[in-house]
């Protein structure tokens, strides 16, 4: 095989693993349109808050706002959104915002020493925050802002000062429960967590604060991450954000669609060595990577690609000019700890209550999905069956016995749940079959 045949000059790359928005257009990737959500994302509540699995998007999207609100990317309109939906239909508010992205995946330390993380990152961002906006805010920000102590004072100073300044902040906050898998690992973590949600905690006066921003010059949030329950925890801190994670209008908003993939083939197909045709392409992927419905009224009529998924998946094939030997990037897989924290905590409903085994053993399970529930009542069956929902092991599927019914979306879960499954009992001989028995996962 040659490598230089699968070298094309001017052909759009792929943006696997990237969040920059801005880069993604400057740079000629290929990037699905998701401006369309836009106009819809003014019309709904102010304070937005949405909840996807890893590797969903979440931090492109957040990116595609930032870039589209800020005040400062004003003469760069054209360049990053020209030939896209909302660069042929912007809405008024573009542009006008000054933005503050904080982004909680980066905060070191443990529930029990977090503080000093979470100041830091802050600490930095604010500080950015000022130098990117000087030439809008009163001429001694800089200097006032550095006898400011900690996160908490630091974000009251900066949204007061812009209330002063007559300037409106959007605040994004990507991964806000970055403690979740902490917080169930084991009982002292909830314990720790309970102490820190509940109370007079510093994560708890962080978003007491926020809340008091909107009242002055934080006019818009949007904060995302994988699980509703650590907001639910902080509701008195912060319980005037709307969770739109379980509606219609926004199911496509992250992910990819059906129509999307074969579109992003087609366009490859035209400039690459292609061994297939699009339509075998789908038949590949689909069973992998499709079936994620993300609200109940969208049953049935659109299901959403894991758009990390897809990615990894066409770059190999055009990078290689074949399928990729692992239908599973390794960057994707189910974390085995949070599988065996997930595992424990089925453990503690009763026999013949385990909501996994249910699952293994008939091939589905029912619930109501919770928009939000507290982390100390996880082992109520339906938070547990909301919580495997957000995490990406479970879909919709449509109503059974007049609850919601949920199976595992495809392949790649599959394979990550059965795979720990069987190795932890023992069972080897069941790796061929789609969905092992119930007796195959008694010891679960």
């Known amino acids: 095989m040659d490598p230089l045949e699968y070298i094309v000059p001017n052909r759009k790359r792929l943006p696997y693993g990237m969040m920059n928005f801005a880069v993604i257009r400057r740079e000629n990737y290929y990037y699905v349109d998701k401006t369309r959500f836009i106009p819809l994302l003014e019309q709904a509540d102010r304070f937005f808050f949405f909840i996807r ?61 977090y503080r000093k993380g979470l100041d830091e990152h802050c600490g930095t961002t604010i500080e950015s925050f000022c130098k990117k906006y000087a030439d809008l805010l009163p001429p001694d920000t800089w200097e006032e802002l550095h ?70 010059s934080i006019e818009r949030c949007f904060i995302t991450g994988v699980s509703p329950m650590i907001m639910y925890d902080l509701a008195s801190g912060f319980n005037i954000g709307t969770n739109y994670s379980l509606t219609p209008d926004f199911n496509q908003i992250m992910g990819f669609t059906e129509e999307e993939v074969r579109e992003m083939l087609t366009y490859y197909s035209t400039n690459s060595p292609f061994r297939h045709t699009v339509d075998e392409l789908i038949e590949m992927m689909k069973p992998w990577y499709d079936n994620y419905c993300f609200a109940q009224d969208c049953y049935g009529e659109t299901t959403m690609y894991n758009s990390n998924m897809v990615l990894y998946f066409v770059k190999n094939y055009i990078d290689n000019g074949k399928v990729p030997e692992s239908m599973i990037e390794s960057n994707i897989r189910i974390d085995y700890e949070k599988l065996r924290m997930l595992i424990r905590k089925d453990k503690e409903f009763a026999h013949d209550a385990s909501i996994i085994q249910t699952l293994v053993s008939q091939g589905f399970i029912t619930g109501d999905l919770k928009d939000g529930f507290p982390a100390a009542s996880i082992t109520n069956p339906d938070n547990f069956v909301s919580l495997l929902y957000y995490f990406g092991m479970l879909t919709i599927s449509g109503m059974h016995e007049g609850k919601t019914k949920l199976t595992i979306p495809n392949m790649v879960v599959q394979e990550q749940l059965y795979t720990y499954l069987l190795r932890r009992h023992g069972h080897r001989e069941t790796c061929h079959r789609p969905y092992p028995t119930a007796q195959d996962c008694s010891g679960i």
Do not use: W
């Open 53 to 113: 699995p890893r590797r969903f998007g979440k931090s492109l999207t957040l990116s595609l706002l930032q870039h589209y609100y800020d005040v400062n990317t004003r003469d760069k309109f054209d360049d990053l959104f020209g030939g896209l939906y909302i660069g042929e239909h912007p809405t008024p508010d573009r542009n006008s915002y000054l933005v503050l992205y904080l982004n909680f995946s980066g905060i070191s330390g443990e529930l029990n020493d």
């Open 147 to 216: 006898t400011k102590s900690g996160a908490v004072a630091q974000l009251e100073f900066i949204y007061q000062t812009c209330e002063r300044a007559g300037q409106k902040i959007y605040l994004f906050i990507d991964e806000y429960d970055h403690f979740t898998n902490t917080i169930l690992s084991s009982p002292e973590s909830l314990c720790r967590y309970t102490d820190e949600a509940h109370g007079e905690s510093y994560l708890q006066n962080l978003f007491i604060k926020v809340k008091a921003g909107t009242y002055s």
